[in-house]
């Protein structure tokens, strides 16, 4: 796991060290994408036939991990923080196992629905959001949207409020009707994989950050914004 913060910081001890910090501390911080998400729980199993998150067997030239992500199911099957947890549970075991020199992610549109769109508050993409600057942004290099409907604009209209501009500047519009390989066989294989490391994440559950042996307060309003954690605040 060392192995590939190190790789994605260009082996900048200091920025490693940095993203090792907040892989840990920001588990407690946004609880709901951690908290009762262990991917052998059965409505985390069912992520996968929710939705295709499916990082592709062949690098690019470049070094850089093609992932595909598609929705699969009915809005009334979809949990936002059930859909970001699922991610984060393949980009664990990713951590383990796969070297790259970054992520390219081609999100597919195809079967999204308004009711996707309306699940997904500025909130939810905000703690997404957070997890992926904190601690993965430098694994990500670009992002190609294709078959996506005119509604979509809302979803990039809010990201462009909430990334920050270096990784917005990693979107492309590439809205063609394209065909992507993402398919059951290779959601079943990652279905497989991430049953392989059941003791790595029932182990996750039960690590706990001691902030009394930090050598100074961490401010949480350098991570959320804010002083405190998600759980007490209220949006209109």
Known sequence: MIECFLITNKFSIERTKQKLDMYYTIRPLIPELFENKNPSLPHM????DVVYYCPLPQLTKEMFRVIVLKIRADPDSFNTYDFFAHQLSITEVRLHED???????????E????????KMTPMHLKKAATIMEKVFSNRLKGIHFINYPP?????????KTILSPKLMGRYVDANANGVLTCDVFLTD???L???EYKE???KLDKMKVNENLRPAPLKNDDI???HGNFKSLDMD
């Open 224 to 226: 959320l914004g804010y």
């Open 200 to 202: 790595r994440f029932d």
């Open 151 to 159: 509604f979509v604009d809302i979803l990039i209209k809010i990201g």
């Open 99 to 109: 070297v790259t020199l970054g992520d390219l992610y081609i999100v597919d549109y």
């Open 45 to 48: 199993q069912k992520m996968f």
């Open 189 to 191: 294989l990652w279905k």
């Open 111 to 118: 079967h999204l629905k308004m009711g996707h769109v309306v």
């Open 193 to 195: 994989k991430i049953a």
